[in-house]
């Protein structure tokens, strides 16, 4: 075996291939006999062919999963060569977008929007026939910025619907609970044909509003147990919320969930609400035993049925084409800023002197703006 063993293609180039210890072997029998398997293959297996732009189109708007998959892959790329292809495939599926019922999911970590999604978009599958697209947002870690992405695992029953897809995406440790790039992600499941989009957001508690800037409805789960009363009062993403839905009302915790109930509608009712001609509700519902989810599909159609009427529905669509127009222009400036010459090299430069205490944060800040935004 040792004589089929060669080195690795990709070693560094100045490295000594005679005592470079990592080596590449074919491939093993997985008889236990040891005998040889011929259907078993030791050649490597082909890459995936790369979609052409057309193709790449076309199969988005056939709502292929896999090409719909890897259209949202192009679109997270950070490879600057990828920008412009993923652009490009957004601009040519706009005309097929805006038709879905956008919906913002939040809670703090453990109110169970894993659990409420996978019950409530069972039900929109099976009982209402919509198609489903699931968007949900892992916490990345801000040390080595890896994700789990685990939350497809959590939606197993719902995974298998042949009308719903869920795309878990990393955070990117970009703050209010999104993704960078959940509002292009959502337009291509929008091109795709998918009915309703349910946006899962990473749950850090009252800073996470936005996805208020990205949905038609902000649906806030809350739990029997979670604060005091005074926790109820505070401002935030309460004020937002167009529903709140108090969750595990189930087992010994039905009583204190309607407790938690009427608690939170008398919150309500001193906010103002976010939504023209809309009060917004406080419900509860078990994710566990499906108990006030379909009622709560209700509540959201009749929201969608008078913002349609009133025309607010068309008006939020456009505030959220503005903000999305914002945070792309403070995403392309930070980015054009970095990439200039010379940049790069007097951040390092002024971090030295603000770790040293040389000079204080803000004006390195504003010496290095001088120099380089004249």
């Not at 398997?37 to 709502?63: F, H, I, M, Q």
């Not at 490009?88 to 999604?117: E, H, M, Q, Y």
């Not at 978009?121 to 910025?145: E, F, H, I, Q, Y």
Request: with cysteine; aromatic share 6%.
């Amino acid at each position: 075996m040792d004589s089929e063993r060669r080195t690795p293609e990709w070693i560094p180039e100045n490295a000594d291939k005679s005592v470079f210890t990592t080596s590449v072997m074919s491939g093993v029998s997985l008889r236990k006999d040891a005998t040889a398997d011929e259907t078993v293959s030791t050649r490597p297996r082909p890459k995936r062919r790369v979609l052409s732009d057309d193709e790449l189109r076309a199969g988005v708007l056939a709502g292929d999963r896999t090409v719909l998959a890897q259209a949202i892959t192009l679109v997270e790329s950070n490879n600057p060569e990828h920008f412009e292809r993923a652009q490009k495939l957004l601009t040519s599926v706009l005309p097929a977008t805006g038709n879905s019922f956008r919906i913002g999911i939040t809670g703090v970590p453990g109110a169970g929007k894993s659990s409420f999604i996978e019950t409530f978009g069972t039900m929109l599958c099976d009982k209402k026939n919509k198609r489903v697209a699931v968007l949900a947002v892992d916490p990345s870690s801000s040390r080595t910025g890896g994700s789990v992405l685990g939350d497809k695992t959590r939606m197993e029953n719902l995974s298998r619907r042949a009308n719903a897809f869920i795309r878990p995406s990393p955070s990117g440790c970009v703050l209010g609970g999104v993704a960078r790039k959940t509002r292009e992600t959502m337009l291509l499941c929008e091109a795709a044909g998918f009915d309703v989009i349910l946006i899962e957001t990473v749950g850090v508690g009252q800073s996470e509003v936005a996805v208020r800037s990205m949905s038609d409805f902000f649906l806030l789960l809350q739990l029997a147990v979670q604060g005091d009363d005074l926790q109820g009062i505070k401002k935030g993403v309460i004020e937002l919320a167009d529903g709140i839905l108090v969750n595990k009302c189930d087992g010994n915790l039905v009583e204190k969930s309607n407790l938690k109930r009427a608690e939170l509608e008398g919150v309500l009712h001193f906010l103002s609400s976010a939504t023209p001609d809309w009060q917004p509700f406080c419900r509860t519902c078990s994710a566990l035993t499906g108990d006030g989810v379909e009622e709560a599909w209700d509540l959201l159609e009749k929201y969608r049925q008078t913002l349609t009427a009133n025309g607010y529905w068309h008006k939020r669509r456009a505030q959220q084409n503005v903000e999305w127009f914002k945070s792309l222009i403070e995403r392309e400036v930070v980015r054009r800023f970095f990439a200039t010459e010379g940049v790069e090299n007097a951040v390092a430069h002024y971090m030295k002197l603000v770790e040293a205490e040389s000079i204080s944060p803000a004006k390195a800040v504003s010496d290095i703006l001088g120099v380089y935004l004249k």
